[in-house]
């Protein structure tokens, strides 16, 4: 346990402020300890690879679990990997592919961990964690429990976990198959995101969810007029404008007012209200 814990290093962003009090649990039994001895009043917070995430410039308040070591081991099976929370999604698939298992092959396209995109339904490709989820093990104030897609009732990057629950590790669905075509296919996806998305910048990924209708956000975001906008050190990449990144020295609040004024721009242009994929968390400066 670790007193005003400083994050901005560890997150994709580089940006943001401390954590009042940082957790790094050993185990699943570890966080059914915290979390029973934690009063219902002290805001808890779960973070992973912090990709998809802006943590406000005046840092994160109560506790702040972070899973790292203990929960990255990736188990082999017939027609399934079992990954803990902390397994990066990239390795998850990269671990399938070498085992001639398919199926997975979206997740090199995510940035971040396992425990992330079962909470928030993860997707790219085509395919989204829904599509391949047996079971999700989560840690409660109760103990661990198993949770079934159905039990999670996945919707559009969501996904309905219990109250304080954290994610430990996750059975994955996968399918025996040729390990060249899969390979491939795993290669083809590298590809097209180095293609199109600014992986090398400092970045949190997909900033807006795609909306219903025939545009996605980075449409709308391109026809707002909003490629290239910047605001301080943070701006709208040229690359693919539905990601924002870090320049240098961007605050975590230039961060999210950029990512507002181009709400507001795509507002206006078009009357659709864009809703944020990227979670912000913690206090403003």
Not at 190 to 198: C, G, H, I, N
Not at 202 to 208: D, N, P, V
Request: glycine share 12%.
């Amino acid at each position: 346990m670790v007193r005003n814990a400083p994050l901005a290093a560890t997150t994709w962003f580089r940006v943001g402020g401390a954590a009042d009090t940082l957790v790094r649990p050993a185990d699943a039994e570890d966080i059914v300890t915290l979390l029973r001895g934690l009063d219902d009043t002290t805001p808890l917070t779960i973070i992973g690879a912090a990709s998809n995430l802006v943590i406000r410039d005046g840092g994160i308040p109560g506790v702040t679990i972070r899973l790292a070591r203990g929960f990255g081991d990736i188990a082999i099976e017939a027609d399934a990997i079992v990954a803990g929370a902390a397994a990066l999604d990239v390795t998850v698939a990269e671990t399938a592919a070498a085992h001639a298992l398919g199926g997975l092959e979206f997740l090199v396209g995510i940035p971040g961990t396992i425990g992330g995109a079962v909470a928030m339904n993860a997707g790219a490709y085509g395919t989204e964690i829904k599509d391949v989820l047996d079971w999700a093990e989560v840690a409660t104030r109760e103990g661990v429990l198993r949770l079934s897609g159905t039990d999670l009732r996945f919707a559009y990057r969501r996904a309905e976990l219990p109250l304080r629950a954290v994610v430990t590790r996750a059975r994955l669905r996968a399918t025996p198959g040729d390990q060249a075509a899969i390979a491939h296919r795993l290669n083809e996806i590298r590809a097209a995101r180095e293609a199109t998305q600014p992986v090398r910048a400092r970045t949190g990924g997909s900033t807006f969810k795609n909306p219903p209708g025939a545009k996605k956000a980075w449409e709308l975001i391109d026809a707002a007029g909003c490629r290239g906008l910047r605001m301080g050190a943070a701006q709208v990449s040229e690359k693919h404008c539905n990601f924002l990144i870090n320049t240098g020295g961007a605050t975590a609040a230039e961060i999210e007012a950029l990512g507002e004024d181009v709400r507001a721009r795509v507002r206006a242009a078009t009357g659709i209200d864009l809703e944020w994929e990227i979670k912000r968390i913690g206090r403003p400066a």
